[in-house]
């Protein structure tokens, strides 16, 4: 068996001569779940479209199982081993049975050996209740299982998902995601999935590509992602709220002491004295302590500084403070509460050389 | 107002006793039209489809064109029908003025636009990306073609409405091919124009009650599939 169930080589897609995706190479193991994340129209739902075939390539190779896929005749033969779910549940004017058998017809399945794979997808995405019901008549997360369903209903090798969550609310996304993870265990399915939201992609997958003006900016582990970002972009985009610009101060042995704006940092990478660096911080790894006193902590880094906004973000807030730099802190509401966390309360923020990302500054 | 009772009270009698001659016309009307429709159906729902889904130069001519055909008054037709059958017209030799085959002709050229314009109408309506849903399950372009119509087939029961309602009213085509030869290309509509001009305004409004009830009765089943409960 081929350690690769797809593999993507000098891909170009231009729109009305304007190039949108440039992808020199991208492969996908069997048994994947790669997600591509990125903020929209950076080419995300362009490259699944492209991997389906519905989209016609300028330029670049596609190869599924190691064998080219051509324009013609064979395109059918491989979308037949594909499926995909768009955003949009996309159902027909049909009872929810029905949509799920429609990969089947369209195959030229009987009824008779239909019946038994649509049953086993419709309890696999809990909908058997609804089976019978008009797919008009169902509520939107009921609509993406019965997509969703449709789709495993084929038993494809390998699925594209276009942002499937996007149009959900919150608990009925967490269900969906939780059944989604279960089908793609089952049936030992290959996914390749386009979402705007890092969390979807944390949850599901193997690995996670970063898109930006249609090229891959980085692909690896999501922890290597969220914690590793290559570039001001993937940080940002991976929720790094503290993005800071010094230049090596000291190094020894790994060990990194990096001035910025004054203050030094203590930090960990392989940099020579002397050389301008990025500093990446994620807001999870501030603790703040009231500014009366210094406290007890293992962190190498301890900073005085003023709170600057204290803003709620769902269960938690994000904490502003200027300790002649910017930093970012997300703390819980209780520590709002304990802390007294307002402007202009004087604050000490810690975080451990460890936690901090450091990359050459490409703009020297 | 007399006139108008006598000619109900007609048109009643008429039907109660099966007149012979007006169920011959009925029948011809309902024939040549709904054969007509039927024509205008296959060629208009494949012609808006293409229009529909295929992007080429001078799509936008070919759109005003179906727009204006839809619109186009049936003594035109009549006219450029009867000009090409004509005995030393192109089509001559085929020999077929003045019959029922003609009438055909002609109204499925005045339904066919009809027919097309919202066929076109409703595959466009349709989201784009269902058309990608569709092939990304595996259809050929024929199936997802077939399964566009399928999923517009609401609105394309309005296209059938829209096209026999337009035949079976029209006069000034089947008039201009079909004759008006008793008992041969006589229709309703035709015979209405007729005795009106004969002074026999009973049998026309007889004829005229029949045409209504007949037009109605087509719509009305149309109407209860196009509205019926979808499944529950």
């Known amino acids: ?364 | 107002m007399e006139l108008i009772i006598e000619g109900i009270r007609k048109a009643i009698w008429l039907l109660i006793t099966l007149d012979p001659e007006v169920l011959g016309i009925t029948w011809l009307s309902l024939k040549v039209s709904g054969l007509a429709t039927f024509i205008s159906l296959f060629i208009g729902i494949s012609l808006g489809t293409v229009v529909a889904l295929v992007r080429f130069p001078g799509r936008r001519i070919v759109v005003s064109l179906i727009n204006t055909g839809m619109g186009v008054p049936p003594v035109v037709v009549g006219l450029f029908v009867t000009i090409l059958l004509w005995r030393n017209g192109p089509f001559g030799l085929l020999e077929i003025l003045y019959t029922p085959t003609a009438i055909i002709i002609a109204q499925a050229i005045i339904a066919t636009p009809i027919v097309a314009g919202i066929s076109l109408a409703s595959i466009q309506k349709l989201p784009e990306a269902l058309r990608l849903q569709i092939l990304a399950l595996g259809a050929t372009r024929l199936q997802m073609i077939w399964m566009l119509i399928k999923e517009a087939r609401l609105p394309l029961l309005a296209a059938v409405m829209a096209g026999f309602g337009g035949v079976i009213s029209e006069v000034g085509a089947s008039i201009m091919v079909g004759g008006n030869i008793r008992g041969y290309t006589r229709v309703l509509t035709t015979a209405t124009v007729m005795e009106t001009g004969r002074g026999n305004f009973d049998v026309a409004i007889a004829l005229g009650v029949i045409l209504l009830l007949f037009t109605f009765c087509i719509n009305a089943i149309l109407t209860g599939v196009q509205q019926r409960e979808r499944p529950r």
């Open chain 1, 1 to 364: 068996m081929s350690d690769t169930i797809l593999e993507v080589r000098g891909l170009k897609v231009s729109r009305g001569g304007v190039p949108v995706l440039d992808i020199p190479e991208l492969t996908v193991a069997p048994g994947e779940f790669l997600s591509l994340i990125g903020p929209n129209g950076t080419g995300k739902s362009t490259l699944l479209l492209s991997l389906s075939g519905l989209l016609k390539r300028q330029q670049g190779e596609i190869s599924f199982h190691g064998q080219a896929v051509e324009n013609g005749g064979q395109l059918l033969d491989y979308r037949r081993r594909l499926a995909m779910v768009f955003q949009e549940p996309l159902l027909f004017d049909a009872t929810v049975y029905e949509n799920v058998a429609a990969g089947l017809k369209i195959r030229g399945m009987s009824r008779r050996s239909i019946r038994p794979v649509v049953e086993e997808n419709l309890s696999l995405f809990d909908i058997t209740h609804i089976a019978s019901r008009s797919a008009r008549k169902i509520s939107g997360g009921e609509a993406q299982r019965a997509s969703l369903a449709r789709a495993f209903a084929t038993n494809p090798e390998l699925i594209l998902l276009d942002e499937p969550f996007a149009s959900l609310d919150p608990p009925t996304k967490e269900s969906i995601i939780d059944d989604l993870g279960h089908a793609m265990n089952i049936k030992h399915t290959t996914a390749v999935m386009a979402t705007h939201d890092r969390m979807d992609a944390l949850r599901l997958s193997n690995r996670i590509a970063v898109m930006d003006g249609g090229r891959i900016v980085q692909i690896g582990h999501p922890s290597e992602i969220m914690h590793q970002p290559v570039n001001e972009i993937v940080a940002a985009f991976v929720g790094i709220e503290t993005i800071l610009e010094g230049r090596v101060k000291g190094s020894s042995g790994g060990a990194l002491l990096v001035n910025i704006n004054g203050r030094d940092i203590f930090c960990t990478g392989d940099y020579r004295t002397g050389e301008e660096v990025i500093c990446f911080i994620r807001p999870e790894h501030v603790t703040l302590f009231p500014g009366e006193y210094m406290p007890e902590s293992s962190a190498r880094n301890m900073f005085g500084g003023t709170v600057t906004k204290v803003q709620p973000i769902g269960l938690l807030y994000r904490v502003g403070i200027n300790c002649d730099f910017s930093l970012s802190a997300h703390v819980t509401q209780q520590a709002v509460e304990d802390l007294d966390l307002k402007p202009g309360r004087q604050v000490v923020a810690t975080f451990k050389a460890t936690s901090i990302h450091v990359i050459r500054n490409p703009r020297y």
